[in-house]
Each structure stands twice: as structure tokens, then as C-alpha cells.
């Protein structure tokens, strides 16, 4: 009597462990997805990578002249025949009017090592 006895009991608690196990696993919470309920964003994603190549039709040059003399006059009259002579020869080399400039003239005074003697005048 003493063995179905105890096995009553175990197949008690077997019983009991089994029925339980199922239980926690039916009874456990189930993941609800944050998104369930957001409707999705319309979108394109698009990734490319180009190349391109052509030949240059422009070109930015800066080109100064620089000239001193005793008198302001004198370096500014010089200053501009060279100038002259520089858009002609870019004239003579195919470059249009109009895409030639000119900007700022510049006139100082050259002194002496003390500061104090103007020996003469620079236009650039």
C-alpha cells in the first residue's frame, strides 16, 4: 500500500507542476509592438554615387600691376600705361571685353626707415 501511495504522490505533484508550468506560460504577458497602432511614414530612400567630367570653359585670374615713382602722378600715369598694355595683351590673346575687370587702385606713400621722409609713392 505504501508504493501506490507514493506514487499517488508523485503523480499528485507531477500533475501539479505540469498544470502550473502550463499556466504561467499561457497567463504570461505577450509582447505588443509600440508600432502596432502608427501608421507607417511614406518614404523613398535613394543612395547614388555620380561622376562627371567636361572641360573647363572659365577661368578666375587676378593680375595686378605695381609701380613707384617720386610723385603720385608719376606712379599713377605709369601705373596705368601698364595696365593698359596688360588688358591689350589679354585682348590680343583672345579674352572678350567683357570678361575683363578691373577693381581697386591703391596710391601710398613709401617713407624712410625713421617714418618721418617720404621718398616716394607707390600705386598698385
Same mark, same amino acid.
Given at each position: 500500500?505504501?508504493?501506490?501511495?507514493?506514487?499517488? $504522490?508523485?503523480?499528485?505533484?507531477?500533475?501539479? *507542476?505540469?498544470?502550473?508550468?502550463?499556466? $504561467?506560460?499561457? $497567463?504570461?504577458? %505577450?509582447? #505588443?509592438?509600440?508600432?502596432?497602432?502608427?501608421?507607417?511614414?511614406?518614404? *523613398?530612400?535613394?543612395?547614388?554615387?555620380? !561622376?562627371?567630367? $567636361?572641360?573647363? =570653359?572659365?577661368?578666375?585670374? %587676378? *593680375?595686378?600691376? %605695381?609701380?613707384?615713382?617720386?610723385?603720385?602722378? !608719376?606712379?599713377?600715369?605709369?601705373?596705368?600705361?601698364?595696365?593698359?598694355?596688360?588688358?591689350?595683351?589679354?585682348?590680343?590673346?583672345?579674352?572678350? =571685353?567683357? =570678361? #575683363?575687370?578691373?577693381?581697386? #587702385?591703391? #596710391?601710398?606713400?613709401?617713407? =624712410?626707415?625713421?617714418?618721418?621722409?617720404?621718398?616716394?609713392? %607707390?600705386?598698385?
Amino acid at each position: 500500500m505504501r508504493f501506490s501511495t507514493l506514487t499517488s $504522490a508523485l503523480a499528485l505533484v507531477a500533475l501539479t *507542476i505540469a498544470v502550473g508550468t502550463l499556466v $504561467a506560460l499561457w $497567463a504570461r504577458p %505577450q509582447p #505588443i509592438s509600440a508600432a502596432a497602432n502608427v501608421t507607417p511614414m511614406r518614404q *523613398i530612400t535613394v543612395v547614388g554615387r555620380g !561622376e562627371a567630367k $567636361a572641360t573647363p =570653359d572659365t577661368a578666375a585670374i %587676378q *593680375i595686378g600691376v %605695381q609701380t613707384e615713382a617720386p610723385t603720385a602722378r !608719376e606712379a599713377l600715369t605709369d601705373n596705368n600705361a601698364k595696365m593698359t598694355a596688360l588688358v591689350a595683351k589679354l585682348k590680343e590673346l583672345g579674352v572678350a =571685353d567683357q =570678361d #575683363i575687370q578691373t577693381s581697386n #587702385i591703391s #596710391i601710398y606713400p613709401r617713407y =624712410d626707415n625713421n617714418g618721418r621722409e617720404v621718398l616716394g609713392y %607707390q600705386v598698385s
